[in-house]
């Protein structure tokens, strides 16, 4: 406990129309060996609350303080917006309802934390591949993880919310989240991108990670590229209208974008020729400087990922 008596930390589990999911990452954390005291809120992004009914029967049989929150505007920054609202903690840990944190996850950011005295932390990703995902699984591993190589310590990079530690008034001071796209590692939100650039201490918890199982739907080229593409398009939209503070980040965003497009074009069609056992991965460089490029809210893809992945309405 703090000495307000308020939980010192918050674990915010997002949700979107997978209560099994959610429920098996919540049993995850509640199942951790020796975590520091803490507080576990769950919020369901889904406005017919499909896991409301497991959380609230999970919450009255925890050890743990557990809190249920029905948050009914689609989209993932609102959802996580929710979650920081109903925290109490002085630190709030995010984690996505399709991962599985390893046995002393909290712990181990919490004490990477006390270590390096670091506002925001981040743990690695490891994605977990289902069975008959043959065809580009080194692409899809390697798109849907995180495991730079840091030393556990303080670094000068940040990344999105997956498996993070970060401390809860910074995220009141930068505002919320606005970023939906998520399935990129490199896809951080403004909000967190200003603390970096205010000078706030980040720090890398080698030994806190998660295990991550991408849904069957989101093993397919058709979904992973469209996200990329979005992405890469939502970043860039974002800096250029985020006012001249970040009018330079967008500019550099256009112009790396446009030399992504000229060097990948030429070789993914190469390596589509002669069927490439790594194309996947030039595609993706191209789609990226693409989206970078086609920022405007015209050049938007609808498809398979907007459903798995929802924005904000």
Known sequence: MSASGNPCYSVVITTFRRPRAVIAAAQSVLAQDAPPFFELIIVDNDPDGSALKPARRLAAEAGFPVRVVHERRIGLHAARNAGVEAAEGEFVAFLDDNQIVSPRWLKQLAEVQRTTQAGLVFGAVHARMQRGAAEHSEFYKAYFSRDPDHREGLIDQVYDCRCSLIRRDLLREAGPFVLDAIEDRDAVDPALAQLRDEGQAIA????????????????????????????????????????????????????????????????????????????????????????????????????????????AR
């Open 204 to 311: 890398w918890a080698a030994s806190a990670w998660v295990w991550q199982a991408p849904q069957r739907e989101q093993l397919s080229l058709n979904y992973a590229l469209r996200s990329a593409y979005n992405l890469s398009r939502e970043c860039t939209k974002l800096a250029i209208c985020g006012g001249r503070r970040h009018l330079r980040s967008g500019a550099l965003n256009l112009l790396s974008g446009l030399g992504m497009v000229l060097s990948a074009a030429p070789a993914a069609l190469a390596m589509f020729c002669v069927r490439s056992r790594r194309r996947a991965f030039m595609y993706r460089r191209l789609v990226d400087g693409m989206g970078r490029v086609l920022w405007a809210s015209a050049f938007r893809l609808s498809g398979p990922d907007r459903e798995l992945m929802p924005v």
